[in-house]
């Protein structure tokens, strides 16, 4: 075992510092306990220990030091000059000569031979420390710090650093190991450095805001002072500041609000006489009227919202439960805390209501506004042609403006209106661009988050609107776009339904718009009935509004010329001298009282329809088996009559025909009305069963109907627009409908009251059709005055 370097030595405690080795230091000698030490070793060889003393607890690590001077302070107190030697491990306590306390060491002197890792932490010491005194202006430091090679002594020299405190101190004094040592104290000085840096650059953003502002001060003086030269009002001054304040106070996004800024600032710069000026105002004047931060509160009472819009319309139940449920969606992530999370990318909600004229698609935009608590905007698209109307014209242009979204939001006043898109099935496309490709980022609930505006060139969140489109046919709409849509179809009213349309809604804003009282005027209901069966066939009830307005008009003249008392009551029976003859007759019987003539359904824009299928045969000589048509029919149809005929020639014998009817024959199929151009596969079997019927003389059903596709093999293929077939079916008096078998899952959607009244008939084949359709042979000739069915009216 090597021999231990002990040495007694007396012990003088520090209580505001440390002293490392290698440290030059003055102390003042304030206590009888350090006056002791410093004499007892003044005594011997003028060494003593330097131990930190924190309350009565002693470092385990001292300072050897010797003594270089004794002399005393201005103030009069004993002061004596020491430089620290070595550590020493302070041991235990021994007798010795004089009041003083001495106390046996174990002197720990660093080695001679540190290591490279050592020295590597030296380097970096050193050179922190170098950016810390520079930083602070004494550079003088740093050249001492340069005449130091060893690491040990390298660390201690952070001794007399004014960032050090005590507890530090101590921790360095007892870390016996150079590297823990120098790794200690480069971790410090990193900190110091930090900090160091850190309130440099508060010091110099506060000087540099204060350098602009009064920079800014001083050349607002100078600007002012020239526009008081040129003769210029302050007027300027004061809208460039009311400007600036609604910036301020506009909630825009910082990308926005930069924009804005800087257009603010070219204004600054731009003449009155500059035509820029202007165009410069109008777009400050629209960045600042858009409601970048202001929104409505919904109304997140689901039976409110669902008596609202049962008290604005009768029926249309899928359009309200799809609110019911984006109302109940909203309301959840609210008392979840979820509701930041529904604005944004993929939140928005586009609702599209696809149906025929009159069904109440546009004032159903307002009542979900007024259910919702939210402002409404009406946007037409009907005929619009220019891209530019969607997304605006750029600035570069005479007179640009923003696009017609902007202006909604603008009218709308708040950042998540209900937005109606009216009639966007008729957007058209020509030179000037497709307006509908640029709805594709309007109506894209991961695009419209960022939607860009030509004109104000900065992004603008739609996410919050809910956007509910409207138009008559899906057909005509872009399929890219109808993609981004959720599709809500309105297929039209039943008569029940528009008899309690007219009792509840219209009958009240008609009498209101003529001037009417409501105890003046009896309108039973069986006279509403006769209006809506015999003057007005349609999908809607816009034409039974008309007929109402009609009548009560008729009355109100008769009112105000005097002589006729109240109330006047308008029976069924005196329609005649109200609306004239009547219109509309059930004309089935009549046009399928003789061989040839089919029943058939057909969807069109203005809802369904029944139209009527005619065949006829004629002789030709020297050939046969061709087929003319006529009606203003698209080439599916063309081709669903080539199949008919097609497949009665080849099934001749099966359907109970002789072969050679077709020869020398030629057939002729029409179908009214000539002037309305028609198309669509669903009308083969109505085809195949009027050219059966002509073949065979066997007349078809007069109270029944049919649709469907059909093949060269007779399979009868599904076919769409069910419900609006069945609501026309309905209305013309049909009492039996002839469906495709893939159909018959959509009789879920047909109105009770209807299906109750309809007798359907599923048909896989043409066979069943024409089991179902024709006459039994030898059956007598309808009559074509008898009524079709028993519906009342």
């Known amino acids: 075992m090597p021999e231990l370097n002990t040495q007694v030595l007396p012990l003088l405690p520090l ?66 000059v020491i430089r620290g030697l070595h550590r020493a491990v302070v041991g235990t306590g021994v007798p010795g000569t004089g009041a003083a306390t001495w106390v046996q060491i174990e002197a720990r002197p660093d080695p001679d031979d540190a290591s490279p890792r050592a020295h590597e932490l030296a380097r970096e010491y050193r050179a922190t420390v170098e950016n810390i005194v520079e930083s602070r202006g004494i550079p003088q430091v740093a050249e001492f710090l340069r005449g130091i090679t060893e690491p040990g002594q390298m660390a201690d020299t952070a001794g007399y650093s004014p960032d050090l405190s005590f507890e530090q101190g101590v921790e360095l004094l007892e870390t016996l190991d150079v590297e823990q040592r120098l790794e200690k104290v480069v971790e410090w000085s990193r900190q110091t450095l930090a900090e160091i840096q850190l309130k440099d650059k508060i010091r110099g953003d506060v000087a540099e805001g204060m350098e602009k502002r009064q920079r800014e001060f001083l050349l607002r ?28 106070e506009a909630g825009m996004p910082e990308a926005v609000r930069a924009e804005a800024e800087r257009e603010l600032g070219r204004l600054e710069r731009t003449s009155e006489q500059s035509p820029e000026y202007g165009w410069i105002r109008t777009y400050l004047d629209w960045m600042t009227d858009l409601p970048w931060d202001a929104r409505t509160e919904d109304n997140l009472d689901i039976a409110e919202a669902r008596a609202i819009l049962d008290q604005d319309h009768t029926g249309l139940a899928d359009v309200k439960e799809r609110i019911v449920e984006y109302l109940a969606v909203r309301k959840l992530r609210a008392e979840r805390g979820l509701a930041e999370a529904s604005t944004g990318r993929g939140s928005g909600a586009i609702l599209t209501l696809i149906g025929p004229p009159g069904v109440g698609k546009t004032s159903l935009g307002e009542s979900v506004a007024r259910a919702l608590g939210r402002k409404f905007v009406r946007v037409s698209l009907g005929g619009i042609h220019d891209e530019a109307e969607i997304r605006g014209h750029r600035r570069t242009y005479v007179g640009a403006l923003p696009g017609r979204i902007v202006r909604a939001l603008k009218d709308a006043g708040t950042k998540n209106p209900v937005m109606m898109l009216d009639e966007i099935d008729k957007v058209g496309a020509d030179w000037r661009g497709d307006p509908s490709s640029a709805l594709l980022e309007v109506l894209d609930p991961a695009q419209n988050h960022t939607f860009r505006d030509h004109y104000l060139d900065v992004d603008l969140d739609l996410s919050e609107v809910l956007f509910i489109a409207t138009g008559n046919v899906a057909d005509t709409i872009p399929g890219p776009l109808l993609d981004r849509m959720e599709v809500i179809r309105i297929d039209g009213y039943t008569e029940d339904e528009k008899v309690a349309i007219a009792r509840d809604h219209l009958l009240g804003r008609q009498l209101e718009r003529n001037g009417l009282r409501h105890e003046e005027v009896e309108l039973p209901e069986e006279t509403v009935r006769a209006i809506v069966g015999d003057y007005t066939r349609e999908a809607g009830v816009r034409g039974l509004e008309r007929e109402l307005g009609k009548v009560l008009r008729k009355v109100a003249t008769r009112i105000a010329g005097g002589g006729v008392g109240t109330p006047v009551c308008v029976g069924s029976s005196e329609l005649r001298e109200y609306l004239g003859r009547q219109r509309f007759f059930f004309e089935v019987a009549e046009r399928v009282a003789v061989p040839g003539v089919a029943t058939g359904l057909a969807v069109t824009g203005f809802g369904g329809d029944v139209l009527f299928v005619e065949a006829t045969a004629m002789e030709a000589p020297g050939g046969g088996g061709e087929i003319t048509l006529t009606g203003q029919l698209g080439d599916v149809m063309r081709e669903s009559a080539q199949i008919a005929l097609s497949y009665v020639r080849a099934h001749a014998g099966r359907l109970g025909l002789d072969p050679a009817a077709f020869e020398g024959r030629r057939f002729h199929l029409h179908v009214p009305a000539g002037a309305v151009p028609k198309d669509g596969p669903s009308a083969g079997v109505t085809m195949t069963t009027a050219l059966v019927s002509l073949l065979t003389g066997r007349n078809v059903r007069p109270t029944i109907g049919m649709t469907g596709e059909v093949t060269l093999q007779g399979r009868v293929l599904p076919i769409g627009g069910l419900k609006q077939k ?15 078998r893939r159909n018959e899952g959509d009789l879920d959607e047909i109105p009770e009251q209807v299906r109750g009244e309809i007798e359907f008939t599923i048909a896989e084949t043409i066979e069943d059709v024409l089991v179902a359709a024709l006459e039994p042979e030898g059956a007598p000739a309808a009559d074509p005055g008898a009524p079709v069915g028993d519906r009342p009216r």
């Open 221 to 248: 003086q100078q600007l002012e002072a020239i526009r008081k030269e040129l003769g210029e009002s302050d007027e300027d001054q004061n809208v460039i500041e009311e400007y600036r304040r609604k910036i301020a």
């Open 15 to 80: 209580t505001t510092g440390v002293v490392l080795p290698g440290m030059v230091v003055t102390l003042a000698l304030e206590t009888d306990e350090a006056k002791t030490a410093v004499a007892a070793a003044e005594s011997a060889d003028r060494t003593l220990l330097l131990v930190p003393r924190t309350g009565s607890a002693y470092a385990r690590v001292g300072t050897v030091a010797v003594i270089e001077d004794v002399g005393r302070l201005p103030s009069g107190l004993d002061a004596l």
């Open 726 to 740: 069945v609501l026309a079916a309905h209305r013309a008096g049909l009492t039996q409908i002839v469906l495709p």
